[in-house]
C-alpha cells in the first residue's frame, strides 16, 4: 500500500471511530483529513481538470468546490468511500456539467498547438530534428483528440495514477470497460507514432 | 517458451492475450498471474514487444501531458488559505446551532414504515402533500416584501455578507451580453475603503471594447454593475420613476422604470431567500440592452487575495493573456519584469543591492539577491510566485556563508573606522554637547542619506535597463507600469531629500550665508538641463549628485574624504546639491507625468 493509500485507511478509520464523540472534535477531524487530502491531492486534480481543457480559473474553483462537497459528505455521516476516486469523480463531474454549457472549456486552436509544438522542441535541436518532432506531436494530439470521450477520461486518469478499480468509480463505469477502453486507446495511439 | 501455469491466464495461440499484458504493466493483476506473465514475457518476443510499445505509448502520453499541462498554468499562490477559508464557513454554516438537517430519506422512510400501520401512513402521506400544496400556493400568491423593501434587503446583504471576515472583499464574477457581445470579467471590491477593480476573464479585444462602450453609454461604472444601492439611488433621484416587483420562479424581479434617464428600465433578478441581486436587464434609451448574470459571489479577506491587487485602476492583464492565447497566456518578459520589480519595490526588497535583476538570458527574468534571514527569503518568494517568467534566486546570509570559503569574510574586515576629525565638529560639539546626541545626529543624516542613495540608485539601474530606445518599444500598459514604479521611487526619494534638508539645515547654518551660485555655475546648470533629452539622463544625474553629496556629507559629519577642502566650500556645494536635486527630481516627476 503506498502512503498515499495508507494516509486515506487511516483517515478512514479516524471518521469511522468518531461516531460516538462530540460533534466539535468530529468537524475538527472531518476538517483535518479533508485538508490533508486536499494538499495531498490539489495538484494531480488540478492537472487533470487542466487536462481537460478547463481553463485555470475554473479548474481551481472545480478544484475547491469538490473537496468542500467531501467535506459535506464526510461531515453529514455519509458511507465511507474511496475519497481519491470520490474527488476526482465529483470534479470531473463539475467539469463536464460546465463543459456542457459551452462556456468553460478551452479549445485548442490549430496556430495554438503549432506553438505548443514549438515551445516543447528542445532549442538546441537541428531545423530537421525539430521538423521531425512537431509532427510527432503533432501526430499524437491529433490521435488523442479522435479517441472517444471515455478513452480519454481513462488515459487522463490513469496517467494521473488511478487504479483501474479508481478510475472506473470516477467515471462511473466497470472496471473492465476500463481496462477494454485504455486497451483501444493504446492500440489506437501507437499505430505508426 | 515457457510453460504458463496459472489459473486465470490463458494462452492464445502460444501468447498472452493482450488486455493482460496491459494489466501486468499496470500491475492489475493478481502477484502470482503477474509472475506468470512476466516469466512469459521474458521468453517471447511478440509479447515482449507488445508490452514495450504500451509502456512508451504511455511515456509518450506523459510528455505530452507534461507539455499540454505542465508548467504553463500553476494555481494561484493563496489557493490554499482561499481553501481553508471557504471550509471554514462552510463548516460555521453546517455546526450553526439550531439548523435543520435533513435526515437520509431512506432513514426516514425506514422509520415511518415500522411506526406506522398502513392506513397511518397513507393518512400522512396525504396530509404531507395537502400542506406542501398550501405552502406553495400561498407562498406564490402572497407577496411578503415590497419592491422597494426587497431592493433595500438586497443592499443589506452585502452588508451580512462582510460580517466575521476581516479586510472583506467581495470577489464577484460576472457575465455581460450587450447585442451579440459577451464579456466575463471579476470584479473585486472593498467596501470598507470604496475601492473596486476588475480583472476581464475572457473576451476578445473587439468584444471588450464594445462592452465597455455599452457601459459608459448606460453611465455606469464597470465596476460596480449588479450594485442594487445604485438602481435604489437613480430611483430615488429620478422623480417620474415606478417600482414593480414579480416572481420569476422562485426568484423575485425588480422593474424600475427610470424615464429620461439613460437606463430607461431596469430588472434586477434578486435571488429567493436573501434577496441577494444575481442579475440585471437594462434596457438603454437608444433601444438596446445590456444583460449582466451573476457566475459567483464570494467574500474572501484581503490576505488571501495577490498583493497590489487595488493598485491599478483595472487590471487588463487577463485578458491581453487571453487574446495571445487561450491555452497558455505567454507572458511577455519585460512586463513580467516591471510586474516584479514593483512587487519587489512594495515589500521593500529592491534597495541597496539586495536584489538584482539578472538579464543574461532574455526569455526569463532572473532575480537574484542575499537577505538576512529565510522569513525574508520566503516572503520574496511567494510575492513574485504568480510571475511565471521570473526566476527568484534569493539566498539567505547564512547560506551565502556556507557556499562560500570562510577566509573570504575574514579577510574583509569591518568598514574601516576614520581617525580623521569631521569638518565641523566644532559645530557638532557647540550644538549636541552629549557624545550620545551627537552620535543619534550623525546616524539620522546617514540614514536619510543612504536611504535616498538607495532609491537614487534603483531610478539609476531602472534607467540603464529601460534605455530610451527600448522604453519606446515598450506596450503602453507595461509602460504605464514602469511609470507607476519610477513615480513611486521618486517620490520616496524625495520624501529623503526634504527629510535631509531638514535635519542638516541644524547643523550647516542659514543658507542665506553661502555664497549664491555664480555665472559660470548658473551658465554649467542651464548647459546641463539642455543635455537631459529624456528621464535617464535625468536620473543618471541625480544618481550622480547624490553621491557627490554623501562625499560631501561625510567629510562634514562624519570626517570620511576630501579633507583638503575647506568646510564652507563643502557646506556651499551641498546646499547646491540639495537645491538642485530636489528641482531635479520636481522636473523627473513633472517629465514622468507627461510621459
Redesign the interface.
Known amino acids: 500500500m503506498s502512503d498515499c493509500e495508507q494516509s486515506y485507511a487511516v483517515a478512514s478509520d479516524n471518521l469511522r471511530t468518531s461516531q460516538d464523540i462530540s460533534d466539535d472534535i468530529r468537524m475538527a477531524r472531518v476538517r483535518d483529513t479533508v485538508t490533508g487530502l486536499y494538499e495531498q491531492l490539489h495538484q494531480p486534480v488540478y492537472r487533470y481538470l487542466l487536462w481537460m481543457r478547463v481553463r485555470p480559473q475554473e479548474a481551481e474553483e472545480i478544484l475547491q468546490e469538490a473537496f468542500l462537497r467531501l467535506f459535506s459528505h464526510l461531515y453529514a455521516d455519509r458511507p465511507n468511500v474511496n475519497m481519491k476516486a470520490w474527488v476526482y469523480r465529483v470534479a470531473h463531474n463539475l467539469a463536464c456539467a460546465r463543459g456542457r454549457k459551452q462556456k468553460f472549456i478551452l479549445e485548442t486552436s490549430p496556430e495554438r498547438w503549432h506553438e505548443i509544438c514549438l515551445s516543447a522542441i528542445d532549442s538546441s535541436a537541428g531545423p530537421e530534428e525539430a521538423l521531425l518532432y512537431k509532427e510527432r506531436w503533432e501526430r499524437l494530439h491529433s490521435r488523442v483528440m479522435k479517441l472517444s470521450q471515455l478513452q480519454q477520461n481513462c488515459v487522463r486518469l490513469r496517467l494521473e495514477g488511478l487504479r483501474y478499480q479508481e478510475i472506473a468509480e470516477t467515471l462511473n463505469t466497470s472496471v473492465s470497460s476500463v481496462a477494454g477502453s485504455l486497451r483501444h486507446a493504446i492500440n489506437k495511439l501507437c499505430e505508426n507514432l | 517458451m515457457a510453460e504458463v501455469n496459472s489459473n486465470s491466464v490463458r494462452l492464445v495461440d502460444g501468447h498472452i492475450p493482450?488486455?493482460w499484458i496491459?494489466?501486468t504493466v499496470?500491475k492489475?493483476i493478481a502477484a502470482d498471474d503477474c509472475e506468470v506473465v512476466e516469466e512469459h514475457l521474458r521468453s517471447c518476443v511478440a509479447c515482449r514487444s507488445v508490452a514495450d510499445?504500451?509502456k512508451?505509448?504511455?511515456d509518450?502520453?506523459?510528455e505530452?501531458?507534461r507539455?499540454?499541462?505542465?508548467p504553463?498554468?500553476a494555481?494561484?499562490p493563496s489557493?490554499?488559505l482561499?481553501?481553508?477559508d471557504?471550509?471554514d464557513r462552510?463548516?460555521g454554516v453546517?455546526?450553526r446551532p439550531g439548523r435543520f438537517?435533513l435526515p437520509n430519506a431512506a432513514d426516514l422512510w425506514r422509520s415511518l414504515r415500522d411506526a406506522l400501520a398502513p392506513q397511518a401512513r397513507i393518512l400522512a402521506c396525504a396530509a404531507l402533500a395537502i400542506i406542501v400544496a398550501f405552502f406553495v400556493i400561498f407562498r406564490s400568491n402572497v407577496p411578503t416584501v415590497s419592491a422597494k423593501e426587497s431592493l433595500i434587503r438586497s443592499v443589506g446583504f452585502e452588508q451580512n455578507s462582510l460580517q466575521g471576515i476581516s479586510d472583506p472583499i467581495v470577489v464577484q464574477k460576472i457575465r455581460i451580453n450587450a447585442g451579440s457581445h459577451q464579456s466575463e470579467r471579476?470584479l473585486y471590491r472593498d467596501p470598507q475603503h470604496n475601492r473596486q477593480v476588475h480583472e476581464i476573464?475572457?473576451s476578445n479585444n473587439q468584444d471588450e471594447r464594445f462592452v465597455d462602450s455599452m457601459v459608459q453609454r448606460a453611465s455606469l461604472n464597470a465596476d460596480e454593475l449588479l450594485l442594487p444601492g445604485l438602481f435604489l439611488d437613480m430611483s430615488s433621484r429620478n422623480k417620474a420613476s415606478t417600482i414593480s416587483m414579480r416572481q420569476n420562479g422562485a426568484d423575485a424581479v425588480v422593474a424600475i422604470h427610470l424615464p429620461g434617464n439613460d437606463i430607461v428600465d431596469a430588472e434586477l433578478t434578486l435571488r429567493d431567500g436573501d434577496f441577494h441581486t444575481i442579475g440585471a436587464l437594462l434596457h438603454l434609451r437608444d433601444q438596446s440592452t445590456i444583460q449582466i448574470t451573476e457566475l459567483?459571489y464570494h467574500v474572501v479577506g484581503l490576505r488571501t487575495l495577490r498583493a497590489g491587487l487595488f493598485d491599478f485602476p483595472t487590471q487588463e492583464r487577463s485578458s491581453e493573456l487571453a487574446l495571445s492565447?487561450?491555452?497558455?497566456p505567454?507572458a511577455d518578459p519585460v512586463s513580467e519584469e516591471i510586474a516584479a520589480l514593483s512587487i519587489l519595490h512594495k515589500i521593500h526588497a529592491e534597495l541597496g543591492g539586495e536584489i538584482s535583476v539578472d538579464d543574461s538570458n532574455p526569455k526569463v527574468v532572473k532575480i537574484e539577491g542575499v537577505v538576512d534571514d529565510a522569513a525574508r527569503k520566503q516572503e520574496i518568494e511567494s510575492a513574485l510566485r504568480d510571475l511565471s517568467l521570473v526566476q527568484p534566486y534569493v539566498v539567505t546570509l547564512a547560506e551565502k556563508r556556507k557556499s562560500l570559503r570562510a577566509h573570504v569574510y575574514e579577510n574583509r574586515g569591518a568598514v574601516s573606522a576614520t581617525s580623521a576629525k569631521p569638518l565641523l565638529d566644532k559645530q557638532l560639539e557647540e550644538r549636541f554637547p552629549s557624545l550620545e546626541e551627537r552620535q543619534e545626529y550623525v546616524r539620522g543624516v546617514l540614514s536619510y542619506a543612504q536611504s535616498a542613495s538607495s532609491y537614487a540608485w534603483v531610478l539609476d539601474e531602472l534607467s540603464r535597463r529601460f534605455t530610451s530606445a527600448r522604453y519606446s518599444t515598450l506596450h503602453s500598459k507595461t509602460r504605464r507600469e514602469l511609470n507607476h514604479l519610477l513615480a513611486d521611487e521618486a517620490k520616496s526619494l524625495s520624501e529623503d531629500i526634504a527629510g535631509l534638508e531638514r535635519q542638516i539645515d541644524t547643523i550647516l547654518g542659514p543658507r542665506t550665508s553661502m555664497s549664491a551660485p555664480n555665472s559660470v555655475e548658473q551658465h554649467e546648470g542651464v548647459r546641463r538641463e539642455e543635455n537631459l533629452a529624456n528621464w535617464q539622463d535625468q536620473v543618471h544625474v541625480i544618481h550622480s549628485d547624490l553621491d557627490k553629496m554623501n562625499d560631501d556629507l561625510n567629510a562634514l559629519i562624519v570626517g570620511a574624504g576630501r579633507h583638503n577642502d575647506s568646510s564652507d566650500q563643502l557646506r556651499s556645494e551641498t546646499y547646491q546639491l540639495l537645491s538642485s536635486l530636489t528641482t531635479d527630481i520636481q522636473k523627473f516627476q513633472g517629465r514622468l507625468e507627461k510621459l
Open positions: 493482450e488486455s496491459f494489466r499496470d492489475e510499445r504500451y512508451e505509448t504511455l509518450q502520453l506523459s505530452y501531458k507539455v499540454i499541462v505542465d504553463d498554468f494555481l494561484s489557493h490554499q482561499v481553501f481553508e471557504k471550509l462552510l463548516a453546517l455546526k438537517r471579476t476573464d475572457d459567483s492565447s487561450p491555452l497558455k505567454i
